[in-house]
């Protein structure tokens, strides 16, 4: 039987015993909030044990390291990303980036805590006994990016789960208060307050729990902005998304001066 590419490195990544989260695309198509990803993100616990670990999944997946900086646990925790492409016949050409720490995310052991592990009996694709997942709220931490793409998928992502707690889609797997449509506690809307981005949901939250709106210290326009209608709440949306795009910039500033000295050094 011919596996799929991810479905390959999924399996290789389990029976090596890596302690791993799945991330970006793979995450969020399994979360439902997109259609299509070529790569697989992992993070990975930067221990000395794990990394051997990993190190033997990607012998066996045949993987070559493609760009700069090397594995190692130096460069994993001070947030640097590792980049390799696997030429198993069942893997060939599907990248595989390995993070250890992301921007503004708890360290890895508080994440493997939240972990969500999606159960794949109803699939093909055996020997795959759960992947584990990073958290659908680590998730969304993790695509405050720069990038455009990132997003349309952290809106929708925090979108499903609200939707899901209405009862108005079917739960994501480990989505929160989407296990319990009926009774979203005070957690979930001071939540859903401080990360939905759509006008009119932010409204309804807020009318729901309206104790809650001035409770969001990275969202002080909240209240004033709901008075003023929609129009307001989308100019400070897009103030903060610009922020945002700003401070990972900085964040990876100083990360691309470092992998640019190594390529010169070489």
Same mark, same amino acid.
């Given at each position: 039987?011919?596996? #799929?590419?991810?479905?390959?490195?999924?399996?290789?990544?389990?029976?090596?015993?890596?302690?791993? %989260?799945?991330?970006?695309?793979?995450?969020?198509?399994?979360?439902?909030?997109?259609?299509?990803?070529?790569?697989?993100?992992?993070?990975?616990?930067?221990?000395?044990?794990?990394?051997?670990?990993?190190?033997?999944?990607?012998?066996?997946?045949? &993987?070559?390291? !493609?760009?700069?900086?090397?594995?190692?646990?130096?460069?994993?925790?001070?947030?640097?990303?590792?980049?390799?492409?696997?030429? #198993?016949?069942?893997?060939?050409?599907?990248?595989?980036?390995?993070?250890?720490?992301?921007?503004?995310?708890?360290?890895?052991?508080?994440?493997?805590?939240?972990?969500?592990?999606?159960?794949?009996?109803?699939?093909? %694709?055996?020997? !795959?006994?759960?992947?584990?997942?990073?958290?659908?709220?680590?998730?969304?931490?993790?695509?405050?990016?720069?990038?455009?793409?990132?997003?349309?998928?952290?809106?929708?992502?925090?979108?499903?789960?609200?939707?899901? &707690?209405?009862? #108005?889609? *079917?739960?994501?797997?480990?989505?929160?208060?989407?296990?319990?449509?009926?009774?979203?506690?005070?957690?979930?809307? %001071?939540?859903?307050?401080?990360?939905?981005?759509?006008?009119?949901?932010?409204?309804?939250?807020?009318?729901?729990? *309206?104790?809650?709106?001035?409770?969001?210290?990275?969202?002080?326009?909240?209240?004033?902005?709901?008075?003023?209608?929609?129009?307001?709440?989308?100019?400070?949306?897009?103030?903060?998304?610009?922020?945002?795009?700003?401070?990972?910039? &900085?964040?990876?500033?100083?990360?691309?001066?470092?992998?640019?000295?190594?390529?010169?050094?070489?």
């Amino acid at each position: 039987m011919t596996r #799929h590419p991810i479905h390959r490195a999924l399996l290789t990544l389990q029976k090596c015993n890596v302690r791993h %989260l799945v991330m970006g695309g793979q995450a969020c198509i399994l979360y439902g909030a997109a259609e299509f990803s070529r790569d697989l993100d992992v993070a990975i616990l930067a221990g000395a044990e794990n990394i051997d670990a990993l190190r033997a999944a990607l012998a066996e997946l045949e &993987a070559e390291q !493609i760009f700069l900086p090397p594995l190692e646990i130096s460069y994993l925790d001070r947030g640097h990303a590792c980049h390799f492409r696997c030429h #198993h016949a069942e893997a060939n050409g599907l990248r595989l980036d390995v993070m250890s720490r992301m921007r503004g995310c708890d360290p890895f052991p508080l994440l493997w805590e939240r972990r969500t592990i999606l159960d794949l009996a109803g699939l093909d %694709l055996q020997g !795959i006994e759960g992947v584990p997942l990073l958290s659908l709220r680590d998730l969304v931490q993790c695509k405050k990016t720069q990038r455009d793409k990132d997003w349309s998928m952290l809106r929708r992502l925090v979108e499903i789960e609200y939707l899901a &707690a209405r009862g #108005h889609v *079917p739960p994501p797997a480990g989505g929160g208060a989407a296990g319990q449509p009926d009774a979203p506690t005070e957690g979930d809307a %001071l939540w859903w307050l401080a990360e939905l981005r759509s006008p009119p949901y932010l409204e309804e939250v807020a009318k729901a729990f *309206p104790g809650g709106v001035g409770r969001i210290p990275s969202r002080p326009w909240l209240r004033d902005a709901l008075s003023k209608g929609p129009d307001a709440v989308e100019t400070c949306l897009r103030d903060e998304e610009f922020r945002i795009r700003e401070e990972d910039r &900085a964040y990876w500033r100083p990360l691309r001066e470092e992998l640019e000295r190594m390529r010169r050094a070489r």
